[in-house]
């Protein structure tokens, strides 16, 4: 069954605008080595279970956030019950994609494509839909704190042990992290990147 | 003793080019309550004490990481000791600012320099030395999980039960991330921010 919109591994999108040795220093600078990504493929059995729960939570949170449902809304406030659906269903596809930690070139086209959606560049057109026409950067960084937060409980729901939670949680911090700096470039001017 | 190029408080610093209710708006998506400034306070004692060490090691990892140490060398390629020195004690009196969690416009003002100090429009000038002329966006939010995931174990040295510990730690990753996104102002596109 295709996701509407989703588009991992389309040949369509352009190459990333970054030289692998750049991408590689960034992983550097996060300290996100192979040992996360063997974490993070810990967690995928969990996580792909518990993805529509996990979805409630990060919905409600915008949901109850006028500030932050406004970037789902129509230009007349009301919010888009349609685009909102329809980013879920590729928002729960993103968990599966994070866990799976198979960060190669196809991934990171996407990255850059999913930092579009975000700016001004690429948002509403996914969807066709009448929404506001950009995020702005002030929120997208921040967001990260109740999605890992309300992420954290459900990983502890899997056989693993304390250590092996805890060492699940931090290499999701990097991904989230690591996902949000490549999602960043339409936003950072350039020669600034 | 005052810590050269240290400009915290002071009235020539331009006002911040957010409106107060665009900060609260940041500080609720990250969900940064006055819980948080309690607990980032309870660390003071601890970080204060241990600030020394606490460079020790971060210093360590930027050193350690020539793509790193890059941003604090000469054009030539060899690291400025001088900028190095300096700077170093404008992140210690960070570290106590940070856990003093007095978030005011005097606090707000100075975020908006660092961001500048370490963008282009800043870089170098307050220590008037000879290095590159700016730090690439991509590392900015990276360097977090380094310098959080290092301040960690001395957060567990002082008197609290491990419960507060992990709220002094959520805290201190609200506030480290709260900077970063005012940091991060001079690098977005207009607009876009
Ligand atoms: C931790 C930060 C964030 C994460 C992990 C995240 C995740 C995602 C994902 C996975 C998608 C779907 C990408 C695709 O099309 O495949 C998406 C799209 C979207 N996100 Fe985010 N997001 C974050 C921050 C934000 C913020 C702060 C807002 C503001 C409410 C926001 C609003 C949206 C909207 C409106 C879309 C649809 C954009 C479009 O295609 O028109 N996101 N996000
Ligand atoms: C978590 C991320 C970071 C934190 C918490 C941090 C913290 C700080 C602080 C507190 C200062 C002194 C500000 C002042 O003048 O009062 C500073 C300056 C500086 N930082 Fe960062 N920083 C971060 C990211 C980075 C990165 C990724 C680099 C690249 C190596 C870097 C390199 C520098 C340099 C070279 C300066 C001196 C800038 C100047 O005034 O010329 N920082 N940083």
Request: aromatic content about 12%; charged content about 25%.
């Amino acid at each position: 069954m295709t996701i509407p919109g989703y588009m991992m591994g389309s040949p369509t999108l352009p190459p990333a605008p970054l030289k692998p040795e750049e991408i590689e220093e960034i992983k550097k600078t996060l300290t996100l080595t192979d040992d996360d990504l063997r974490f993070l493929r810990m967690s995928l059995p969990i996580v792909e279970a518990h993805a529509d729960e996990i979805l409630d939570v990060w919905y409600g949170f915008v949901g109850s956030h006028p500030h932050l449902l406004y970037y789902f809304s129509r230009r007349d406030g009301t919010p888009n019950e349609t685009y909102l659906a329809r980013v879920r269903q590729r928002f729960k596809q993103w968990i599966i994609d994070t866990a799976q930690a198979e960060y190669d070139d196809a991934w990171l086209r996407y990255q850059f494509e999913i930092g579009r959606r975000h700016h001004r560049t690429g948002k509403n057109k996914t969807d066709g839909v009448d929404s506001v026409p950009h995020i702005h950067f002030r929120h997208l960084f921040a967001l990260a704190i109740p999605v890992l937060h309300t992420l954290k409980p459900f990983l502890a729901r899997g056989s693993h042990d304390t250590e092996t939670v805890e060492r699940i949680f931090q290499a999701w911090q990097k991904a989230v992290l690591f996902q949000l700096i490549l999602w960043s470039y339409p936003y950072v001017k350039e020669g600034d990147y």
